[in-house]
Antibody, heavy 133, light 107 residues
Framework: EVQLVESGGGLVQPGGSLRLSCAAS????????MNWVRQSPDKGLEWVSF????????????NYADSVRGRFTISTDDAHNSLYLQMNGLRAEDTAVYFC??????????????????????WGKGTTVTVSS | DIQMTQSPSTLSASVGDRVTITCRAS??????LAWYQQKPGKAPDLLIY???TLQSGVPSRFSGSGSGTEFTLTISSLQPDDFATYYC?????????FGGGTTVEIK
């Protein structure tokens, strides 16, 4: 069974740091791209970051939402089938449930180029981050 | 960034009703659109990708259509398990963006 289990959430003061972890199982982790998505009552669902699998078509590709770029860092540990999100300089507006999400790809091939489009097919249950003094 | 706008934000319906939810993109996204269902306290579940492709295991009463900037999610005959919030999401380009959601509630 494909499973994603997040951990590491909690209460942190503004300006503080947290490291979220996501343990993946039931699939070949290195072949898939992964994301962090967060959800809050104020902003709804918000994509946070994407990382290409080390053996996937987008290996080496990392993207961030503008709201977190420069403060958050996404990474993977293939030996432990794990995804991470290092969050520094936390703000009240980062308060949310954070989901670890696997991506599947659609592929378009045209003469001379190949394009990949990634939708999100498997979600973890989420971990809650609260930034407050 | 591509903005996604869903309507209505809330929909009241009865079991057996045909329900349609609309999602509009601020620019063309071809067919790179997904639909998710979310129940309270749970993570979203993928229903449809590439605008009209049903995810494995999703009941056939769900269908999606559209391309470019206008898309619809239809539930042909609403079942008790379908009362939930539905989100559209574009994956044409980063940043990936979601619609604001449509809550389907019991009439």
């Amino acid at each position: 069974e494909v499973q994603l289990v997040e951990s590491g959430g909690g209460l942190v003061q503004p300006g503080g740091s947290l490291r979220l972890s996501c343990a993946a199982s039931g699939f070949t982790f290195t072949k898939y791209e992964m994301n962090w998505v967060r959800q809050s009552p104020d902003k709804g669902l918000e994509w946070v970051s994407f990382i290409g699998g080390s053996r996937g078509k987008s290996r080496g590709v990392i993207n961030y939402a503008d709201s977190v770029r420069g403060r958050f860092t996404i990474s993977t540990d293939d030996a432990h089938n794990s995804l991470y999100l290092q969050m520094n300089g936390l703000r009240a507006e980062d308060t949310a449930v954070y989901f670890c999400v696997r991506s599947m790809r659609d592929v378009v091939v045209v003469p001379g180029s190949t394009y990949f489009y990634y939708y999100m097919d498997v979600w973890g249950k989420g971990t809650t981050v609260t930034v407050s003094s | 960034d591509i903005q996604m706008t869903q309507s209505p934000s809330t929909l009241s319906a009865s079991v057996g009703d045909r329900v349609t939810i609309t999602c509009r993109a601020s620019q063309s996204i071809s067919a790179w659109l997904a639909w998710y269902q979310q129940k309270p306290g749970k993570a979203p579940d993928l229903l449809i990708y590439k605008a009209s492709t049903l995810q494995s295991g999703v009941p056939s009463r769900f269908s999606g259509s559209g391309s470019g900037t206008e898309f619809t999610l239809t539930i042909s005959s609403l079942q008790p398990d379908d009362f939930a919030t539905y989100y559209c999401q574009q994956y044409q380009s980063f940043p990936l963006t979601f619609g604001g959601g449509t809550t389907v509630e019991i009439k």
